[in-house]
C-alpha cells in the first residue's frame, strides 16, 4: 500500500522532527530580531531546524498507524465500490448477501490491520474480499441476464443459483472469521477478568 503524496506532506508537516526544528528556527529568528545574532543568521536558522529535525526519532508509529488507516479503507472502499458497481447486474438476491459480506467487511477491517486478528483469518479474509468475491461477482457478469436466469449448467442449478449459492459460502466463511475473532476477543477478557479477581482477591479496602 502506497501512502499518497498528499499524505506524505501531512506526516512531514505534523510529524514530531519538523514541529521541533520549526521551533528551533523561530527561536533563531527571535535572536536575529532582538538583534542576538546578526551575521550569518540564515545559516545559523536553518542549522537550528537541522538540530531539531535530527535530534528528534522519526514517528514511526504514527507513520504505521497512517498506512494502516489507509489500507483499511482501501479494502472498506474497495467492497463498496464492488457492491455499486455490481447492484444493477446482479439479482436482487445477490445483492443481499452482498449487502451482508460487506457488512462483516467493514466491522473486521479494523482488527486486521491493528493486529487484532490471527494471520490464518486475516489471509482468508484478504483473499475472499481482494481475490474470491470479485471473481465470482466479475464471472456472473459476463453472463447474458436470460442465459444466467433460465439455462441449467450444473446440478440442475441455473447460474443465478449457482452464484446465490457461491455466495452464501463466502459469506459463511466470513461469518466463521468474525465468529473465531470476536471469540478470541472474548476469551482475552474472560482471561483478564480471572488475572483481576487474582491480583485484587487478598486485597482488603476496610480500614
Not at 533563531?28 to 538540530?51: C, Q, R, S, T
Not at 460487506?102 to 483469518?121: I, N, R
Request: glycine content about 6%; proline content about 3%.
Amino acid at each position: 500500500m502506497q501512502v499518497s503524496f498528499k499524505m506524505k506532506v501531512l506526516l512531514f508537516l505534523y510529524g514530531s522532527k519538523n514541529l521541533v526544528g520549526c521551533a528551533l528556527a523561530l527561536a533563531g529568528l527571535a535572536m536575529f530580531f532582538a538583534g542576538v545574532i546578526d551575521d550569518w543568521w540564515l545559516p545559523i536558522v536553518a542549522g537550528l531546524y537541522a538540530v531539531g529535525w535530527l535530534a528528534v526519532p522519526a514517528d514511526r508509529e504514527l507513520e504505521v498507524q497512517v498506512r494502516n488507516e489507509a489500507t483499511q479503507a482501501d479494502l472498506v472502499e474497495g467492497m463498496a465500490v464492488l457492491v455499486k458497481d455490481s447492484r444493477a447486474k446482479l439479482p436482487r438476491e445477490a445483492v443481499e448477501r452482498l449487502e451482508r459480506i460487506q457488512s462483516t467487511v467493514v466491522e473486521l477491517a479494523p482488527k486486521l490491520f491493528d493486529g487484532g486478528m490471527a494471520m490464518d483469518y486475516a489471509i482468508s479474509l484478504i483473499n475472499a474480499v481482494t481475490r474470491d468475491l470479485p471473481e465470482t461477482v466479475r464471472n456472473y457478469v459476463h453472463l447474458p441476464t436470460a442465459f444466467a436466469n433460465l439455462h441449467v449448467i450444473q446440478g440442475g442449478k441455473t447460474c443465478k443459483e449457482l452464484l446465490v449459492e457461491q455466495l452464501d459460502l463466502l459469506n459463511s466463511q466470513l461469518a466463521k472469521i468474525a465468529e473465531n475473532v470476536y471469540k478470541d476477543d472474548a476469551d482475552a477478557l474472560v482471561v483478564n477478568g480471572k488475572f483481576l479477581q487474582e491480583k485484587f482477591h487478598s486485597l482488603s479496602f476496610v480500614g
